[in-house]
Each structure stands twice: as structure tokens, then as C-alpha cells.
């Protein structure tokens, strides 16, 4: 049962730019710690794709780009490309729950 | 280079035991904290538990659906970790992910290629 909700599934055309929500609570993400996104392509691990909100380890393109606000966190793609089609998870911790948390997870289409 | 190779995943019925292992390489185990997430069939990620570094004094914690019945172990000689799994339930039917926190971010920096787990009535 997560505790961060995703929208089930975004799509976007070639080129065009797409956001993905995570909406969480005052004990993970209003309680101020980091949102990280993960991206899972079909049949395989997912990857660290943006840490600490914002930033993206080595390797990962600038098309991606994470942001926070409140109990909220997003997830952007511009310049969508036919491989960026996957499932995208944002994670944190919960304090109440003490662990980490993941959202519900959402599926990007390519048009 | 991080690698992180997990093995053991059977088909199990329920109440039985089953324990995965998490070969690593490229670091050493006992200078990360280490995490075992889970997927189950067509859903989401779910963390299951994780243990600090030495450094850290080893600290375990768990999720609330398998504390009690998980414990997670390493073997710093052979850079193991391991994830061992009593009173199994058909709920615990996943894919197991070993992790790797190698920063100083609450992140799952490495992952490995998943151990399945199937758990029969």
C-alpha cells in the first residue's frame, strides 16, 4: 500500500514535454525529505534517474528534471523520446512508518 | 564497476522458508546500507527492509508486512548480503531487488537484476 499517489499513466507525442505528480503528506514529503524518481523500463530493474529532488546522477540526460513543493514532487520530461516509454516511481522516507516509501507508480506512453 | 547479483529465488509453499542471496562487487558491502525492495506481479515497488553500514552500527529495519517473519544478514567476508524469509505467505509472491546506497542520500543508488520468488498455497 503506497503512501505517495502517482497518476496511473501520462502520454505525450515525440518532442513534447510531460510531468509526472507525487503527491505525499507532512510525515514524508511536507516533512521536508528528499523525492527520488526511478525509471523502469518493461522487464528490467529500475534506475536511480533523479536524487534530492533535483539533481541527476552522471549519465542521466537533462530532459529529466525532478522539482518539490509542499507534500508534492514532479517529475518532467521534454523532448519525450520512444525510449523513455516505461514506469516511473518517486520514493522517499516516512517518518511515521519509519522506512522509505514509493509511489504508486506511472506508466509513460509514447504516441 | 557496481555489481549486485542476486540468487535463490524458488517456488515455495506457504509457511516454508527461503533464503536469497545478494553476491557484490565494485564496493564493500559492509561500508553501504543495503536494501531489499520487492514487486509483485504487474504492481509497484515496495521496500522490505534495510541494514546500515558498520559504521553505522549495522542498524536493521523493516516493513511493517514482514517484521518479524524477514531478517537481513551479510557476510562481509564473502561481500554478501543475504535476506532470509520465514512463515511465507502467498503475499510474499515478488520479484526481490538486492540494493546498494553507495551516497549520502535516503536513495537505492544500484539495483540488482531481481530474484523470483513464488509462494503457493
Known amino acids: 500500500q503506497s503512501v505517495l499517489t502517482q497518476p496511473p499513466s501520462v502520454s505525450g507525442a515525440p518532442g513534447q514535454r510531460v510531468t509526472i505528480s507525487c503527491t505525499g503528506s507532512?510525515?514524508?514529503?511536507?516533512?521536508?525529505?528528499?523525492v527520488h524518481w526511478y525509471q523502469q523500463l518493461p522487464g528490467i530493474a529500475p534506475k536511480l534517474l533523479i536524487y534530492g529532488d533535483s539533481s541527476r546522477p552522471s549519465g542521466v540526460p537533462d530532459r529529466f528534471s525532478g522539482s518539490k513543493s509542499g507534500t508534492s514532487a514532479s517529475l518532467a520530461i521534454t523532448g519525450l523520446q520512444v525510449e523513455d516509454e516505461a514506469d516511473y516511481y518517486c520514493?522517499?522516507?516516512?517518518?511515521?512508518?519509519?522506512?522509505?516509501?514509493f509511489g504508486t507508480g506511472t506508466k509513460v506512453t509514447v504516441l | 564497476e557496481v555489481q549486485l547479483v542476486e540468487s535463490g529465488g524458488v517456488l515455495v509453499k506457504a509457511g516454508g522458508s527461503l533464503r536469497l542471496s545478494c553476491a557484490a562487487s565494485?564496493?564493500?558491502?559492509?561500508?553501504?546500507?543495503m536494501s531489499w525492495v520487492r514487486q509483485a506481479p504487474g504492481k509497484g515497488l515496495e521496500w522490505v527492509g534495510r541494514?546500515?553500514?558498520?559504521?553505522?552500527?549495522?542498524?536493521?529495519d523493516y516493513a511493517a508486512p514482514v517484521k518479524g517473519r524477514f531478517t537481513i544478514s551479510r557476510d562481509d567476508s564473502e561481500n554478501t548480503l543475504y535476506l532470509q524469509m520465514n512463515s511465507l505467505k502467498t503475499e510474499d509472491t515478488a520479484v526481490y531487488y538486492c540494493?546498494?546506497?553507495?551516497?549520502?542520500?535516503?536513495?537505492?543508488?544500484?539495483w540488482g537484476q531481481g530474484a523470483l520468488v513464488t509462494v503457493s498455497s
Open positions: 520514493q522517499s522516507y516516512d517518518s511515521s512508518l519509519s522506512g522509505y516509501v
Open positions: 540494493t546498494a546506497n553507495l551516497g549520502d542520500f535516503l536513495t537505492f543508488d544500484y
Open positions: 507532512s510525515s514524508n514529503i511536507g516533512a521536508g525529505y528528499d
Open positions: 565494485g564496493f564493500i558491502v559492509a561500508n553501504a546500507w
Open positions: 541494514i546500515k553500514s558498520q559504521r553505522d552500527l549495522e542498524t536493521k
